[in-house]
């Protein structure tokens, strides 16, 4: 797709591990569950990796369980009402994302955000860190959650904004496939929840963004990142 340039009216961003590094959230919930189960700690870096992946992929990381075992959906519940507990409390926005925000309202820029995270956990944790994006699309939103296209043409609509005048970003190859559809010009956080073997620069992003602090160039002066 072709960057906006002097179009861009929008952008929009998945929420953990582009918008919010919320691992440190989710590592000692993990931790937790796998004690009460009567397991020793796992590497917090495994667990990182995992949490774009959601609650189901986060109770099969911990306790090497498929989703049809008979306890599986008992567990999930304790992990999501352990995370319900911590909510926010280590979560922060990445390098730069505070000052890229100011700079969306010096320029006029509108931003939002488009998660598969559920609506109960999303708007308090943007309300914890004082984020105030003018469009939130969880999957409650939508029939279809992400990487269909539903949440970004929504997104864009209460953004009042044409496809072609926003930018979606995430940190999954989900994120970039539901840009794509929607035919939105689309940014990889290569910075974000990443697993071993995968890699941004595989998901055919219109660009990748090695630190969140690249993104003000990358969304603003895309020319100068081609020429780095």
Not at 102 to 120: C, L, M, V
Not at 148 to 164: T, Y
Request: with cysteine; hydrophobic share 40%; proline share 6%.
């Amino acid at each position: 797709m072709t960057h906006p340039g002097a179009n861009l009216r929008a952008v929009i961003f998945d929420l953990d591990g582009t918008l919010i590094d919320t691992a440190d959230d989710f590592i000692p919930v993990v931790q937790q569950l796998r004690a009460e189960c009567g397991r020793p700690p796992m590497e917090a870096q495994r667990i990182r990796a995992s949490v774009s992946n959601g609650s189901r992929a986060l109770v099969t990381l911990a306790l090497d369980i498929e989703e049809a075992a008979p306890d599986f959906e008992k567990h999930r519940q304790r992990l999501l009402t352990l995370y319900g507990e911590v909510l926010g409390r280590h979560a922060a926005p990445y390098p730069g994302i505070k000052a890229l925000l100011h700079e969306f309202e010096s320029t006029g820029i509108a931003w939002g955000i488009a998660t598969n995270k559920p609506r109960e956990y999303t708007l308090p944790l943007l309300a914890k860190l004082g984020l105030t994006p003018a469009s939130v699309v969880c999957p409650d939103d939508v029939t279809h959650a992400k990487p269909h296209p539903e949440s970004l043409e929504k997104g864009c609509r209460e953004l009042h904004c044409k496809i072609s005048e926003a930018i979606y970003l995430g940190d999954h190859l989900r994120d970039i496939q539901a840009g794509k559809r929607a035919g939105m010009y689309t940014i990889a956080a290569a910075y974000g929840y990443i697993e071993a073997g995968d890699s941004a620069q595989s998901w055919g992003a219109d660009a990748v963004a090695q630190r969140s602090e690249d993104l003000c160039t990358l969304l603003f002066y895309p020319q100068e990142q081609a020429h780095a």
